[in-house]
């Protein structure tokens, strides 16, 4: 996935917020397949376990458990076509996740080749405040940050200043 590049502020920024609210003893469930970000938060101390590349949308067991004090999820629940559903199940009290924003200007991004390299979603910070709030999460705190491309044009120029990403730290109410 990241042959050719590496999303170096995306990842140093999600570092920063999260070593803002979870300590280094907190056990992690991260999201998703093992994955760059998840080695990352490895190397910085966390003690983090993944799921294994089931359907989020139906499988549920791997947050039901009360083994973990923090869920991650980092530019997952856009893939979900129901994130609402995990969201309520999770077992853990602390959750810290990040989604891509809605870009008023570029279509939702979707692979031609992967099926699970697409998004459904792609949310507003309200709509996304509203899914956490109504699944039983009260956020207490967020940061945005934008993506800038080192290309030519008016979408990459938009990109340098409107924010593409947002992040939210959240307790289980």
């Known amino acids: 996935m990241y042959e050719n590049s590496f999303p170096e502020k ?3 920024k999600t570092l920063e917020f999260l070593t803002k ?3 280094t003893s907190d056990k992690i469930l991260d999201l998703g397949v093992a994955n760059p970000f998840s080695k990352i938060m490895q ?3 966390y003690k983090v376990s993944n799921t294994n590349g089931e359907d989020l949308d139906n499988d549920f067991k791997a947050v039901q458990n009360n083994d973990y004090d923090c869920v991650t999820a980092f530019e997952i629940f856009e893939h979900l076509l129901a994130p609402y559903n995990i969201l309520r199940e999770i077992k853990a009290n602390k959750l810290v996740a990040s989604v891509p924003l ?10 031609k080749t992967d099926k699970w390299d697409r998004h459904y979603h792609e949310f507003e910070a309200w709509q ?3 899914l956490l709030e109504k699944s039983g999460w009260k956020i207490k705190d967020s940061v945005k940050w934008s993506h800038p491309v080192n290309k030519i044009g008016l979408r990459p120029l938009l990109r340098t200043f409107t ?3 947002y992040a939210v730290y959240a307790e289980k109410i």
């Open 128 to 130: 996304f405040d509203w």
């Open 102 to 111: 809605k870009l008023w200007f570029a279509p939702a991004y979707r692979s």
């Open 43 to 45: 190397k910085n101390g």
């Open 21 to 23: 609210h979870v300590p």
């Open 10 to 12: 995306r990842f140093n």
């Open 163 to 165: 924010p593409r990403y």
